[in-house]
């Protein structure tokens, strides 16, 4: 089978460098799967999770806080403000993000940001899906 080489990084520092046989994304118009061989491409990212799959059938789930996706035949780059190995995500700060920017959006007394929080509670339910799927799959 063949792979391709996949380069997850943060604005801090590398995350996940390494051969793939596929790369699964969440791009603003959807969707994306990235397989050996993809014709070239550059999207922005949603936040969201970024799943690798290897050869053997195992994958890794990631975090990013959005970002952008360049592909090219033989590489797969992920360049993102924030991203983090999803079993590295603090589960109850982002449960306490989501509260709170939910908390945010109804509180209709006070004047809010409101793409701000928005986006904070995007990124928040982002975080907490990578943290479920995670938990499914060591359930396996």
Avoid: N, W
């Amino acid at each position: 089978m063949a792979t391709i080489q996949c380069d997850i990084v943060s604005a801090e520092k590398a995350i996940y460098s390494g051969e793939v046989a596929m790369v699964v994304a969440s791009g603003v118009a959807g969707e994306l799967g990235i397989a050996p061989r993809h014709a070239p491409l550059i999207t922005q990212l949603k936040p969201g999770e970024v799943r690798v799959l290897f050869e053997d059938g195992t994958e890794q789930d990631f975090y990013v806080s959005g970002g952008i996706l360049e592909v090219q035949p033989h590489l797969v780059s992920v360049l993102a403000d924030t991203a983090v190995r999803a079993d590295d995500i603090d589960e109850a700060a982002a449960i306490q993000a989501k509260e709170e920017a939910e908390r945010l959006l109804k509180d209709t007394d006070k004047r809010q940001d409101l793409a701000r929080v928005q986006a904070d509670l995007a990124k928040a339910v982002a975080q907490i899906q990578a943290i479920t799927r995670l938990k499914k799959q060591l359930k396996r």
